[in-house]
């Protein structure tokens, strides 16, 4: 079974940035779409940003569209996320997940493999 591994979060103040970083043991994310999310307390997981395999067609949400950055490292089998001018409300646990979406990748239903999350906390 594919794990998923998120690293990269932590404490930062606000206007700061963050990277973010998934990867898969024993596998590699190279043929996989692959989504973030991010859960607030109290809220809804959100879906802010995806990749399609080979790199094309990056999306994201509303709320983070210019500040956040996908890409990925088909050598080193990894995906990330730039996470730039971060707000407090950006603060929540954020979770990497392979999709078989395209369009619909930041819709949580059309996720399959997911890891178990890493916080960031925005505060001064």
């Known amino acids: 079974q594919l794990q998923l591994v998120e690293s990269g979060g932590g404490l930062v103040q606000p206007g700061g940035s963050l990277r973010l970083s998934c990867a898969a043991s024993?596998?590699?994310?190279?043929?996989?779409?692959i989504a973030w999310f991010r859960q607030a307390p109290g809220k809804e997981r959100e879906g802010i940003s995806c990749?399609?395999?080979?790199?094309?067609?990056?999306r994201y949400a509303s709320s983070v569209e210019g500040r956040f950055t996908v890409s990925r490292d088909d050598a080193k089998g990894t995906v990330s996320l730039q996470m730039n001018n971060l707000r407090p409300e950006d603060t929540g646990v954020y979770y990497c997940?392979?999709?078989?979406?395209?369009?619909?990748?930041?819709?949580?239903?059309?996720?399959?493999?997911w890891g178990q999350g890493t916080q960031v906390t925005v505060s001064s």
């Open positions: 997940s392979t999709t078989y979406a395209s369009i619909a990748c930041l819709e949580a239903r059309y996720s399959d493999y």
């Open positions: 024993r596998f590699i994310l190279n043929n996989y779409n």
């Open positions: 990749i399609s395999r080979g790199g094309t067609y990056p």
